[in-house]
């Protein structure tokens, strides 16, 4: 990139959004290979068409509240524009693409690996990245298009109006023993008995704790879990290891061979499973995924 008074809008925005990143003009001049005192003549020269100060200059460079309220905007505009090309990109040829799946672990675990696996046979030109994290965190990457899809399950609490919302499955969850509990095993169990060994469930934040803690209720139960795990694996890892009675979906419990799914006196939680995307800004290699998904008939 050459040293250039005369910037166009866009790359005064992706000027500040580099500057931001780096919280420095020194650091920045040099990613681009130009001056520090052109990185500051143009952030300047955006100041004053927006008529607001972007950075207080001194020791450290800080962002002002008005730069702060900027820089979600330019993020967002900047990862419109990247999904735009890599489009363009994978029209031109649908062997080469990248799709980024976002997905909570506990779900990803039975859900994805196998989709994974079959999509590449056919795509293996085709990059797929896959990020688990909070549901909260994952609808915030989606929201600023980090996200080409996002798998979830029921309820979504979070603003789903701008999104394209598909179920393509629906999911039982049970309790989990160790095949070593002979107290638990061949017979119906009455829930109040679970109480009696120590309860291992996800965060208390994710939708399917919430429901099993109205399960508990009805039933005049009390809900005191011993553990609370982030992830599906790890509560299926605590179960095989006889550290106690884990809540997990079914077909987690079915790839653990030394898991028992806990045949109970009450009906347990069924979840719809579902995807979520921009229509408009969606590749060719994510259309050509979802339409996979869609034919595979989870």
Do not use: W
């Not at 009696?196 to 099993?212: A, C, F, G, R, Y």
């Not at 982030?230 to 077909?251: H, N, P, R, Y």
């Amino acid at each position: 990139m050459e040293e250039n008074e005369n910037l166009v809008n866009l790359s005064l925005y992706k000027l500040f959004y580099l500057v931001c990143q780096n919280g420095s003009f020194s650091k920045t001049a040099k990613l681009l290979n130009l001056t520090q005192p052109s990185v500051s003549y143009n952030i300047k020269k955006l100041e004053d068409e927006l008529g607001v100060t972007l950075f207080e200059r001194g020791n450290n460079l800080l962002m002002t509240p008005a730069a702060e309220e900027l820089l979600p905007y330019v993020e967002e505009a900047l990862n419109s524009l990247r999904n735009g090309e890599r489009k363009i990109n994978d029209l031109i040829n649908l062997k080469k693409g990248q799709i980024t799946i976002g997905i909570p672990s506990h779900i990803g675990v039975f859900l994805l690996t196998d989709i994974i696996k079959k999509f590449s046979k056919n795509y293996p030109n085709i990059r797929i990245e896959v990020i688990c994290k909070s549901t909260k965190e994952l609808f915030r990457l989606l929201n600023m298009n980090e996200l080409d899809i996002l798998i979830d399950c029921s309820p979504l609490e979070e603003n789903i109006s701008e999104f394209v919302v598909k179920k393509i499955a629906r999911e039982k969850c049970a309790l989990a023993c160790n095949r070593k509990n002979t107290q638990l095993l061949n017979r119906t169990v009455e829930l109040k008995e679970i109480v009696n060994h120590p309860l291992i469930v996800p965060l208390e934040t994710s939708s399917s704790t919430k429901s099993l803690v109205k399960i508990f209720k009805k039933y005049n139960v009390p809900f005191e879990p011993s553990y609370t795990v982030a992830t599906s694996d790890m509560i299926a890892e605590m179960v095989e290891q006889e550290i106690g009675i884990g809540f997990l979906f079914e077909k987690t419990i079915e790839k653990y061979p030394n898991l028992y799914k806990i045949d109970l006196n009450c009906k347990f939680p069924e979840f719809d499973i579902f995807l979520l995307y921009k229509d408009s800004l969606l590749s060719t290699a994510t259309q050509e995924f979802i339409t996979f998904m869609n034919k595979k008939n989870i």
